[in-house]
């Protein structure tokens, strides 16, 4: 299980690719659909919350996470001040959302920081 943090929460990602969340969910720092605090380890959805195929990495930003799958899939959710998030907006995201691939020229993503 790599983990990281930062701010207010935590992300864990497991051998299998499975997401864990936890701590402050303000703006959807969390990705589970809500603002609430989580005091424990939460399981983002199931490998459907990413387009079926598990988490390689992700990254925390100080109001946000980034996402890698292992198909090259580009997912982030939290707060989009300052368009942090990379959908061409300033919308928070509550729940995992997928950066379309042609901003990358249709590369696959493989890390993020």
């Given at each position: 299980?790599?983990?990281?943090?930062?701010?207010?929460?935590?992300?864990a990602?497991?051998?299998?690719?499975?997401?864990?969340?936890w701590?402050?969910?303000?703006?959807?720092?969390?990705?589970?659909?809500?603002?609430?605090?989580?005091?424990?380890?939460?399981?983002?959805?199931?490998?459907?919350?990413?387009?079926?195929?598990?988490?390689?990495?992700?990254?925390?930003?100080?109001?946000?996470?980034?996402?890698?799958?292992?198909?090259?899939?580009?997912?982030?959710?939290?707060?989009?001040?300052?368009?942090?998030?990379?959908?061409?907006?300033?919308?928070?995201?509550?729940?995992?959302?997928?950066?379309?691939?042609?901003?990358?020229?249709?590369?696959?993503?493989?890390?993020?920081?």
């Amino acid at each position: 299980m790599r983990r990281q943090n930062r701010a207010d929460h935590t992300v864990a990602v497991t051998i299998e690719g499975e997401l864990w969340v936890w701590g402050c969910g303000y703006q959807g720092w969390l990705g589970l659909g809500d603002e609430t605090y989580r005091l424990a380890p939460t399981l983002v959805g199931s490998l459907a919350a990413f387009g079926g195929s598990p988490v390689l990495t992700v990254a925390c930003g100080d109001d946000h996470s980034l996402v890698v799958t292992k198909d090259g899939a580009l997912w982030t959710f939290g707060s989009g001040v300052h368009g942090a998030l990379g959908h061409n907006d300033f919308n928070n995201r509550l729940v995992p959302t997928r950066i379309e691939v042609q901003h990358f020229g249709n590369a696959k993503i493989v890390y993020v920081a």
